[in-house]
């Protein structure tokens, strides 16, 4: 069962205020470079027994800041990563990524770029352009338009309750 736009929206909002508000055992944010150079990199964070990781080869300009966002919700049944570039626009080129969660199953997925002009309002990659499976958000080849700007995940997690 697949979660509707306004319970995700609800929950990206409370993990994004909870993680912006104090660090917690609940979420964490953390801070990497993304580096151009066409080298295929990955970068990975755990909360508990669950990890995302973020897997891409970028070309032009130089490294950027990107944050990643990892975070369990109150009952454990929800596990959400986010990956962005805080300053808006990325100026890479983006020849390939794959996001993966492990220990949860995808039940909502998105990716964004971000317009040109101003670079500050996500626009929704069209579906085409990536694929969404159990475990992973990978982009389609001959069909990803090279802009990544950020990535949303969220997974059902295989806790069960006693």
Not at 13 to 22: C, E, H, M, Y
Not at 32 to 43: I, Q, S
Not at 48 to 54: A, G, I, K, L, P
Not at 111 to 130: H, I, M, N
Request: proline share 1%; with cysteine.
């Amino acid at each position: 069962m697949a979660l509707n736009n306004l319970a995700f929206f609800a929950l990206l909002v409370v993990t994004l205020t909870v993680t912006l508000a104090s660090a917690n055992e609940r979420t964490k944010t953390v801070e990497f470079n993304v580096k151009p150079g066409g080298a295929v990199h990955t970068f990975s964070e755990k909360m508990r027994e669950y990890e995302c990781s973020f897997t891409y080869a970028s070309q032009g300009g130089t490294n950027e800041q990107w944050l990643m966002s990892v975070g369990l919700s109150d009952d454990d049944s929800l596990f959400s990563c986010s990956v962005w570039r805080p300053q808006g626009k990325s100026y890479l080129f983006f020849t390939q990524f794959k996001a993966e969660l492990k220990g949860a199953k995808i039940e909502y997925a998105s990716a964004y770029s971000q317009t040109a002009a101003g670079g500050q309002r996500d626009v929704t990659l069209k579906e085409d352009e990536f694929t969404v499976g159990d475990s992973t958000v990978t982009h389609k080849d001959g069909k990803f338009r090279a802009e990544l700007s950020k990535l949303t995940i969220i997974g059902r997690t295989r806790h069960d309750e006693l």
